[in-house]
């Protein structure tokens, strides 16, 4: 796979959406300070989210977090079993071919989700999920994961603030604090997943990602 695979993880409303499209325009060089790499780098960047990166996942998105579209209560089990399954698709359909078109990726979310929401969160099983991630992925994993760190109630606080909130939104806020347990593990754990400061403004949140993603391109070898 030659292309870059780049995923932004965290609690509800920590920023995800707005930095990875602050970071998107920064790469192609239609940012306040995209220049100096624009001149040097010919980048395809792509956005995607879990779920709902694809046809099918859109459809799960709207069976998972939409309260209106299906009023049932969804068992645990088939919740991850329904992100496992909008992530097997998203990998072949659309994750795969960019990065063998050398794209870089930036996805909303991914298999770290799973582990935080269903495994700390919902306290299901973690080895039995990381068997399921690595069915859904074949093994693939990011070349780098921002995880944007933000105070649970803050977050949750900007996410109302947007509007409507889904199913997951919901949930208690002890259930958003082990959520929040479980970023924590897996950033102690795993040196690819590296720890935003998204308690502040937007900017300076933005600061810090390009910094990370500066060392990053040097690293890979892209200027
Ligand atoms: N989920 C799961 O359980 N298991 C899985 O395996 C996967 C997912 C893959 C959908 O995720 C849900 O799926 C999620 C976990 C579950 N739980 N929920 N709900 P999602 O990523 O689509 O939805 P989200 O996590 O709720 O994202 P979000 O609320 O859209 O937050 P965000 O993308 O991190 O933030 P944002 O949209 O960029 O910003 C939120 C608001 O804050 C917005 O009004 C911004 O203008 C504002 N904002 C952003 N940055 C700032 C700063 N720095 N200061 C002040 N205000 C800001």
Redesign the pocket.
Known sequence: MIGKFIV?E??????????IELLRDWLLGKGQSGQILSKSIDLEVVIT????GTKLGKAL?EL??NPDVLTEKIQETA?LLL?AA??AQHIETLIKPYLEKEAIVLC????D??IA??GY?RGLDLELIQQLNYIATGGLKSDLTFW?DIDVEI?LA??K??GKI????QANIEFHRRVQQGYQELAKNNSLIVRID?N???EK?QKQIQAIIIEKLVEWKYI
């Not at 909303?108 to 298999?111: A, M, T």
Request: proline share 2%.
């Open positions: 932004f965290g609690v509800e409303g920590g920023g995800k959406t707005t930095q989210r879990e779920p709902g998105r998972l977090l919740e992100y909008d992530r909303d979310r991914f298999i989700s799973t929401y269903q969160g944007l977050g900007r996410a603030n947007r889904d199913r997951m939104e998204a502040l403004t937007q949140v």
